[in-house]
């Protein structure tokens, strides 16, 4: 799941989409995930997790961008976000109370 916000967040700065990708940075920070950005690639270390729901704000931050980009009418960011969220076996769905996500059984 991280390394799908990473190929996201190359995505929106390739897009030239930083607010969406500084957003991205700063939601992985929050959730105990330093980024740094090299030559070669971005790298990604866990500096400190806060609490036992990692996967829970790693997801609650990938519908928070694909929210951004829908209220932007970038559609193709969003369908990209469900697309690496799917290959990772997650499946996101939009309800009229916001959008959930499941894991495969």
């Known amino acids: ?8 967040r ?3 700065r390739a ?3 930083f607010a969406l990708s500084d ?3 700063d939601g992985l920070k929050s ?3 330093a980024l740094e950005d090299k030559p070669e690639g971005t790298r990604w270390e866990i500096t400190g997790i806060t609490g036992t729901d990692l996967l829970d704000q790693l997801m609650a931050l990938h519908i928070a961008v ?10 193709a960011l969003a369908d990209a976000i469900r697309d690496e ?3 990772t ?11 959930t996500w499941s894991t495969a059984p």
């Open 89 to 99: 076996g997650i499946t996101l769905e939009d309800k009229s109370g916001g959008t």
């Open 66 to 75: 694909r929210k951004s980009a829908r209220a932007t009418q970038n559609y």
């Open 15 to 17: 897009d030239k989409l």
């Open 1 to 8: 799941v991280i390394d799908a916000h990473l190929r996201v």
């Open 85 to 87: 969220l799917a290959q």
């Open 23 to 25: 957003q991205i940075r």
């Open 31 to 33: 959730a105990g995930i």
């Open 10 to 12: 190359a995505r929106c």
